[in-house]
C-alpha cells in the first residue's frame, strides 16, 4: 500500500503561496528537538505528527516520543518500518509505511495546540555521494513555519495518509480533528484569524543547545573569515585597477618632476614622515640645474619647532622669503640649512591620510627674489598631496597583500581542520558510545566481562570528548587573555611527579615508553602557575609516549641557562628589575621525529603532523598551540628540535627561576 503525491506537494499546491527552502539533516534535527521541547516543557495538550522516513531513525527518539506521549494523547509516528514496528508496545500510534511510499522519503513533524501551532514538512532530495559522508550532509527542501493555518493544512494531510495505512484509527483521528478544529472551516481558511503564541525564549534557547556548538563556533569563524575575505578582496581589486595603470614610483616621480617645472627654478622634495619615527632619507626629488640635490639626505626640516605644530594641525607653510622670516632667523640652525640648500621661499604641505601621517611634500624656489605664494598655487599642492596620500594608501596595502592573503589562507585552512578535525573527533567518540550503550541496553543477557568491556570503552570515548572539548575552552580562555594564573615559587621535579602518578593511573592504548628522569637535585625553583605547568608537561609528554614506540625513551632533563647581563622586569613582580635567569627543560624522545620545515608550524592550531584523512594517530591539534601560549604568558619561550622522521625529537621550553629575595 503506497500514496502518491508527497504531503510537501500537496501542500503548495493548496496553499502555491509558499517558497520551499533547502536545510540540512543537522537543521532539521535542531529544530524539530526545539519544537518538541516546548511540549514537554507546556501544558498544551497538542496533536503531534511525526514521520521519520525509516524505523532505524525513530528508534532514536522513541524514549523521547514515550515522553512527549505522557502530555498528549494524540501522538502518531510515521516509519518505514525495518522491523514488527506496528506492534510495537507505545503509549502512541505506530504507522508503518510502504517502503516505496513517497512517505518514507519525508522528514515530517507537525504539532498542533491551542496556543501555537508549527509544523516541519520536508522532502529529501540530496543524499551524500561519497557513502563516507557525514548523515548531516543529507539535504531536504520543504518548509518549516509556525503559520497555524499551513499547519493545520499539514496535519489534515497526513491524517488522511494516516487513515490509508491504519483505517482502524478513524475514531481517534475524527477526535484530533474535532478537539484541533480541522474540519470546523474549509483547508485554505482553517486558522488564518490565529495567531501563535509560544516561549520564543524556551525555543531559541533549545534550539541553540542542539545545534553542535562546533558547527555554531564553525558558523561564527565561518562569518568572520567571510567578513575579512570581502575586506580584502576589496583592496585587492582597488590596488589591482590602480596598479593596472599607476604604479607609485613613477607617480612620484612624476609629481615631484611636474611641480619643479612649474615653479622653475625650483627644487621639489617627496619623504616619507611619522613624528613618531626616525627620520626616512629623501625618496623622490627634482631639482633644477645647477642647485644642491637632496635625494637620499635625511631632511629634518619639518621636525623643526617652528613647523612641526602647524603640520600637526593638517596646514601647509608658506614662506615667501627666508632670509626675512622673522621666526626662521630666530633659529640661526635652521637659518643656515635654507642658505645651504639655496632655498629663498619654501611651501610645505602635509601628505596625510584619514589622520594618519605619511609624508610631507616641499616646494623649494631659489630664485634671487622672493616668492610669494598663492592661494591657488597652496590649494594645487595641496590637492596633490592628497592625491599622492591615497596612492601611498594603496601602495602600502599592494605591499600588504601577500600577507593579508596568506593571513586569510591561514584563516581557511584553521576552518577546513576545525570542521574535519573536530568533526572526526566529536564524532567517532560519540558513535562508540552510542553503540556500546545500545548493546548494553538491547542485550541485558550479556555476559559481565563483555559489559565490562563496553563501559569501560563508552568511559574512554567519553573522557576523550571531555578533553577535547576542555582543549577548547582552554585555547580559547588562553587567545581571550581571561586565563587567571597563580603565580609562585614552585618545583620542577614535584610538577613531574605528579604528571607522571596521572599516568600511571590513566589506560592508554598501548604501553608506554620508558620514561627517564634526569634532573639534577639542586635546581632551583622556578616562577610559574602550577596547573599551567602541569598543563605543559602532560601535553608534551602525552605527544612523546604517542609517538614513541613501546620499546623506545622519553628522557626528560632540565638546565640552568647562563644568566644574561641584561635588566628585565621579574614575571613576579614587575616593579623591580631583575637580572634574568630561565631554567630550560628539555623533553626528548627516540620517537618518529619531525621534519625540520615543520618544527614552527607544528605550534599553530589544528597542526596534524599526518593528513587528516590518512592520519594513524588521533588528536585535535590543539595541545601544542596550547603549550604555547602557557609559556609565552609565563615569561618563557618554546620550540622543538628535530634531525628528520624516525630520527626523534626534542620539546624545549624556558621559564623564570624564581628569585631569592
Not at 599607476?246 to 622653475?264: D, H, M, R, S, Y
Not at 628539555?586 to 597542526?607: K, V
Request: proline share 5%; with cysteine; aromatic share 8%.
Amino acid at each position: 500500500m503506497k500514496t502518491s503525491n508527497s504531503i510537501l506537494q500537496d501542500l503548495l499546491q493548496i496553499l502555491p503561496h509558499l517558497h520551499p527552502k533547502v536545510y540540512f539533516k543537522t537543521s532539521l534535527t535542531a529544530l524539530s528537538h526545539a519544537m518538541e521541547d516546548l511540549i514537554l516543557a507546556g501544558t498544551d495538550k497538542s496533536l503531534v505528527i511525526a514521520n521519520f522516513q525509516q524505523e532505524r531513525f525513530y528508534r532514536q527518539e522513541s524514549r523521547r516520543y514515550q515522553r512527549i506521549a505522557q502530555r498528549t494523547d494524540q501522538v502518531y509516528v510515521l516509519a518505514a518500518p525495518e522491523s514488527d514496528f506496528v506492534a510495537a508496545s507505545t503509549p502512541y500510534a505506530t504507522i508503518p509505511l510502504d517502503p516505496d511510499d513517497s512517505l518514507a522519503q519525508e522528514w515530517h513533524l507537525i504539532i498542533i495546540g491551542q496556543k501555537y501551532a508549527t509544523c516541519i514538512v520536508a522532502l529529501e532530495f540530496a543524499s551524500p555521494v561519497d557513502v563516507a559522508s557525514p548523515d548531516q550532509a543529507r539535504q531536504f527542501k520543504g518548509i518549516w513555519t509556525f503559520d497555524r493555518q499551513v499547519s493545520m493544512i499539514a496535519a489534515q494531510l497526513l491524517l488522511d495518509k494516516i487513515l490509508v495505512y491504519r483505517p482502524e484509527l478513524a475514531a481517534s483521528v475524527k477526535r484530533a480533528q474535532k478537539r484541533y478544529g480541522l474540519k470546523s472551516k474549509a483547508l485554505s481558511d482553517m486558522g488564518a484569524d490565529r495567531v501563535s503564541e509560544i516561549d520564543a525564549r524556551l525555543f531559541t534557547d533549545r534550539l541553540v543547545t542542539y545545534l553542535q556548538a562546533s558547527q555554531y563556533k564553525q558558523l561564527k569563524a565561518y562569518r568572520t573569515i567571510t567578513k575579512k575575505e570581502r575586506n580584502e578582496r576589496l583592496i585587492n581589486v582597488i590596488t589591482a585597477a590602480i596598479r593596472s595603470s599607476l604604479k607609485p614610483e613613477e607617480i612620484f616621480k612624476v609629481t615631484v618632476k611636474e611641480l619643479g617645472q612649474l615653479f622653475n627654478p625650483c627644487r621639489c622634495l617627496l619623504y616619507r614622515y611619522h613624528p613618531s619615527e626616525l627620520s626616512a632619507p629623501i625618496e623622490y626629488e627634482w631639482v633644477a640645474l645647477g642647485l644642491p640635490s637632496l635625494l637620499g639626505k635625511i631632511w629634518l626640516l619639518a621636525e623643526h619647532p617652528l613647523f612641526e605644530a602647524a603640520l600637526a594641525g593638517e596646514r601647509a607653510i608658506a614662506i615667501a622669503d627666508t632670509t626675512q622670516d622673522l621666526g626662521i632667523q630666530a633659529y640661526p640652525d635652521l637659518s643656515a640649512q635654507f642658505q645651504s640648500a639655496s632655498i629663498r621661499s619654501c611651501l610645505l604641505v602635509p601628505i596625510r591620510y584619514h589622520q594618519t601621517w605619511l609624508g610631507i611634500l616641499e616646494l623649494h624656489h631659489c630664485g634671487d627674489f622672493a616668492y610669494v605664494w598663492s592661494h591657488s598655487e597652496r590649494a594645487l599642492v595641496e590637492a596633490i598631496a592628497t592625491q599622492v596620500g591615497a596612492t601611498l594608501i594603496q601602495a602600502q596595502a599592494y605591499h600588504n597583500l601577500e600577507t593579508l592573503n596568506q593571513q586569510l589562507a591561514a584563516l581557511e585552512r584553521t576552518q577546513s581542520n576545525l570542521i574535519a578535525i573536530v568533526g572526526h573527533e566529536l564524532r567517532t567518540p560519540l558513535s562508540t558510545i552510542q553503540v556500546c550503550l545500545e548493546s548494553l541496553a538491547s542485550e541485558p543477557e550479556m555476559p559481565l566481562e563483555f559489559q565490562q568491556s563496553m563501559l569501560e570503552t563508552a568511559l574512554g570515548d567519553s573522557e576523550r570528548m571531555r578533553r577535547l572539548i576542555q582543549d577548547f575552552i582552554t585555547l580559547s580562555r588562553l587567545e581571550g587573555g581571561s586565563t587567571r594564573w597563580q603565580v609562585e615559587s614552585i618545583s620542577l621535579k614535584t610538577c613531574l611527579d605528579l604528571v607522571l602518578s596521572s599516568f600511571k593511573e590513566r589506560s592508554f592504548p598501548q604501553p608506554l615508553p620508558q620514561i627517564v628522569l634526569e634532573l639534577s637535585p639542586e635546581l632551583p625553583l622556578v616562577q610559574a602557575d602550577g596547573e599551567g605547568l602541569m598543563e605543559v608537561l602532560t601535553k608534551l609528554l602525552d605527544n612523546a609516549c604517542k609517538f614513541t614506540n613501546p620499546d623506545g625513551t622519553v628522557t626528560i632533563g632540565a638546565q640552568v641557562l647562563n644568566p644574561e647581563a641584561e635588566s628585565v622586569t621579574s614575571f613576579a613582580s614587575q616593579s623591580q628589575p631583575q637580572l634574568k635567569r630561565m631554567l630550560e627543560v628539555i623533553i626528548a624522545d627516540t620517537g618518529r621525529g619531525i621534519s625540520p620545515n615543520q618544527l614552527e608550524a607544528i605550534f599553530e592550531r589544528f597542526y596534524q603532523a599526518e593528513g587528516f584523512l590518512r592520519r594513524t594517530i588521533g588528536g585535535t591539534g590543539l595541545g601544542l598551540a596550547i603549550c604555547r601560549q602557557i609559556i609565552q604568558r609565563l615569561g618563557g619561550e618554546i620550540w622543538a628540535v628535530s634531525a628528520g622522521k624516525n630520527q626523534g625529537s626534542e620539546f624545549h621550553f624556558t621559564l623564570p627561576i624564581a628569585f631569592s629575595i
